[in-house]
């Protein structure tokens, strides 16, 4: 490609929105530009390294088993509602009309939809194992789209999901899966971490996350020697908007059942007794305030606001919840609750901690020991912070910060249950299928990519996912400079090398600083200078070694 006609608008200045590197860098080198809140267009630049990501995570999943399918992005609410997340969702759900009135939604995920196909097309355990996966546009309305692509409102997935007939062979399918990420990680040339995690939203019963390690990471990640790693904090943790927390409430545990009905705690909450069920309850005064869907953080948010002005707080134990709920509850020990609600009503938790840390239904951050919680311990909380030994082996354990870039979930028959995706196993009878459900951000991974490689003059991408693997630059436009490159480009390119010829007319500065800030992992000089010796000048981006090399053997070099 030539740089004329490459379409690469870069810019000299840090735009000002952009608070983190990877998104002032991805605009600086004209790889994405912003259309509205959270919703970018993918430049032609941009576009390379997402393709090539996009290539690496689908060879692996080919090779892994996975068939790539493409679902609508647009779904029919009445799947949503079988599931019961029409209601749990909560405001990331993007809903709609058609002309008939009909709802919709902007898919966020594709349980929904790709069990509605199994349930019609897969009838015997012969049709299974079955992993199928592809790579789609969804849509969830963040309550704070941030960092660019990183955190945006539409972005590229790529989401599979597993079917199996019993725990066994679901649990190969994930081990099948876990294995394909690390594989498809390190051919990214990412430095990742797998760790432990709770199961969010999406639900089920066993999880990781695979995270690129950055200190802008939103999470924050434990690790032991001995193997063991978390994610010990899920916060979304936001800085204060010029507003003081209110004081914090008390915050107590309580050992003795309450009495509620769900439809008391439905009609105290305004929400139906369905959204009620598998709902973590506090009680202020003995009288429920506030319910969190287990993981469901929107609706925990939503709800935060019947907080306001709360004095005392107890958590509901596991009794009441079992009864408010109507089904078994998964929490066991103590948990705290995080009360700092900010005057503005949407904002909480700065200064997380995670109380239930990888306890699935526990899972509640923002916990100020000693503060929120009287009386308990870090322990009854199982709370992790730095200093703490590992709760595997008992060494201690490293800290980090990290993106979430994958994760893999075990679902079990959550979805097959609740929207009869069923098969006739060998005696005959009539079984749930068990599913497992697999997600890659394949567009947050270029931002994650740049946090993790660059410097003072721009991107260092890895080699594998770089928009072009060699810069050819010419230092004039003309004469034996020019020939000399051009020939260089034609036989790269013939090579099947991803070259980028900078014919532009400009100074020489101009072009090494946009060959750099746009992250070529190779740069080759054409100059006089040089030519007069017959040679080139070869520069690594990443390590900055400069090398002379005969024009002769340039091209064998680089291909
Ligand atoms: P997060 O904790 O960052 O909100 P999530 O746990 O909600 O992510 P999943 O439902 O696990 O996300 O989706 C699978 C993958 O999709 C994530 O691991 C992440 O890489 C990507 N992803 C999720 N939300 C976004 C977003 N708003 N922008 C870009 N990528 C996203
Ligand atoms: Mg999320
Ligand atoms: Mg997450
Ligand atoms: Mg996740």
Known sequence: MRFSQAFIPTLKETPAEAEVVSHQLMLRAGMIRKLASGVYTWLPLGLRTLRKVERIVREEMDAAGARELLMPGVQPAELWQESGRWEHYGRELLRFKDRHDHDFCLAPTHEEVITDLIRHEVRSYRDMPLNLYQFQTKFRDEVRPRFGVMRSREFIMKDGYSFD???????????????????????????????EADSGAIGGSFSHEFMVLADTGEDAIASCSCGWAANFEKAQVAPPRGEAPQAAAEVVRVDTPGAHTVEEVAAFLKVSPAQVAKTLVYLADGKPVAAMVRGDRQLNEIKLKNLIGATALELAPASVIQEVSGGPVGFT???????PVYADQELYAAEALVVGANQGDAHLTGVHLGRDVAGATKADLRIIEPGDPCPRCGKEPTFARGIEVGHIFRLGTKYSQAMGAEYLDAEGQSRPIIMGCYGIGVTRIVAAAIEQGHDDWGIIFPLAIAPYSVAVLPLAIDGEVMETATKLYDDLSAAGVDVLMDDRDLRPGVKFKDADLIGIPLRVVVGAKG??????????RLSGDVDMVPVAEAATRLA
Do not use: C, T, W
């Not at 020990?333 to 009360?339: E, Y």
């Open 165 to 195: 007939p019993d725990d066994e062979s679901s649990a190969a399918s994930y081990q099948a899966m876990h294995q394909a990420y690390s594989a498809i990680f390190k051919r990214l040339g990412l430095n990742f971490a797998v760790v």
């Open 333 to 339: 020990g103590p948990v705290g609750l995080n009360i």
């Open 531 to 540: 030519l007069k010796e017959g040679a080139v000048e070869l520069k690594h």
